[in-house]
């Protein structure tokens, strides 16, 4: 619940704990740095915010204050605030002249001083260009982008009509935790649904909004987690990820999977609502709506079973329509040697709205989890704690 104008829902605590500096620079990108601080802070982030002379062409002192729900900074301070103490530093956007400030040494104003303490620290700094590509495209930008790549991490703009634009603020604030969390460990992960060919045109299938196996994915991958997202189809897709395999069939979902699992994974979490019967077979063109249709179908083996090579942290999602027993709840983590099973029933489920109860082997139930943030949450933070 948000108590007062400055607080901000906390939708994961990827960045809790961390204290990170924010410069923004002489871009019309600065408009979006009110969005981008409240990213940051709705993952956890405690952010400071570092307005330069250009900047304030751009954005505003109060705004950006608001946004990072404490004063921001403009100056040099008698308090050395320009020592870096916090865990990162980012330069959201960066303008060229910026960029140039920092591949040559200069610290004349008082962020530019605070990107050089933080790399005199060896502390991470991340840069962002913001500028029209006929700038970012100079020889000299180029050069002090290549200068600089060998001591801070430069992330992508947002490249649109001819511009290096500023990405989208939750996405880059995704990106940032990413970073700072870096874990080496793969995570297999499909979503969404799959579909059984009629025809050309016509197909079945279940019905999956992907919410849920987005906001997963999501909190895996700014956990610092590497995913590996095989997403059949559905009208919500993960805005964050390390590789996304869109696919549509069982066959072609299943393929991905086996792929997947021969370059390595350490864990998985099997949140496709996957077809259990398909047809037969599947006719050439499009059958003719004065002709008598007639569909066989089949089986499907299980993709969760194709996963071969043992997983200290494998999860599957079970849909019912009414609650499920402890018996069949240990039947399915048994059969498919599951860490956890994620039971859904059909009338808490929605695109907007999610209760289940997640069970382990060893342990009862955790029972009524409220939400598709706080599901995705529980599994994340129980990966973390099996996979060290």
């Not at 704990?17 to 600065?30: L, Q």
């Not at 696919?247 to 979902?253: G, P």
């Not at 997983?311 to 498919?336: H, N, P, R």
Request: with cysteine; net charge positive; hydrophobic share 40%.
């Amino acid at each position: 619940m948000v108590s007062s104008d400055l607080a901000v829902e906390l939708g994961s605590d990827a960045l809790a704990g961390k204290n990170i500096d924010v410069v923004i620079t002489g871009s019309i990108g600065a408009v979006e740095s009110v969005r981008f601080l409240r990213s940051l802070r709705r993952i956890g982030a405690d952010v400071q915010p570092w307005l330069t002379q250009g900047g304030a062409l751009f954005t505003t002192e109060t705004a950006v204050s608001w946004a990072a729900a404490r004063p921001c900074r403009t100056s040099f301070e008698g308090s050395a605030s320009h020592i870096s103490l916090g865990d990162a530093c980012i330069v959201a956007p960066a303008s060229a002249s910026f960029i140039a400030k920092i591949a040559s040494g200069i610290t004349d104003t008082p962020a530019a001083a605070l990107v050089a303490s933080y790399l005199g620290r060896k502390k991470p700094v991340f840069i962002v260009a913001n500028m029209h590509d006929s700038m970012f495209e100079s020889p000299f930008v180029q050069d002090n982008l290549k200068k600089i790549r060998t001591y801070c991490q430069v992330l992508e703009a947002r490249r649109e009509e001819g511009k290096q634009k500023f990405p989208e603020p939750a996405v880059l604030a995704d990106q940032i935790a990413h970073a700072i969390n870096h874990r080496n460990q793969h995570i297999l992960i499909t979503m969404g649904t799959t579909r059984g060919y009629i025809d050309d045109v016509r197909y079945i299938s279940n019905y999956s909004s992907g919410a849920l196996g987005s906001r997963v994915s999501e909190e895996f991958y700014r956990q610092g987690f590497l995913t590996a997202v095989v997403q059949g189809p559905c009208p919500i897709k993960p805005r964050v990820y390390t590789k996304l395999v869109p696919v549509e069939t069982n066959e072609e979902m299943g393929a991905a999977v086996k792929d997947i699992e021969r370059l390595g994974v350490q864990g998985a979490v099997f949140a496709a609502s996957v077809l259990d019967f398909v047809p037969t077979a599947r006719k050439t063109g499009k059958i003719r709506s004065t002709e008598d249709l007639h569909v066989q179908f089949q089986s499907t083996p299980k993709i969760i079973s194709s996963v071969e090579s043992p997983l200290a942290f494998k999860v599957g999602f079970k849909l019912e329509t009414s609650a499920a027993s402890t018996e069949l709840a240990q039947l399915y983590l048994s059969k498919y040697n599951l860490s956890h099973l994620v039971m859904n029933q059909l009338q808490h489920v929605s695109a907007t709205a999610h209760t289940a109860d997640i069970w382990r082997p060893l342990q009862g139930p955790s029972k009524n989890i409220e939400g598709k943030v706080a599901i995705a949450r529980f599994l994340v933070n129980d990966a973390k704690k099996i996979l060290g």
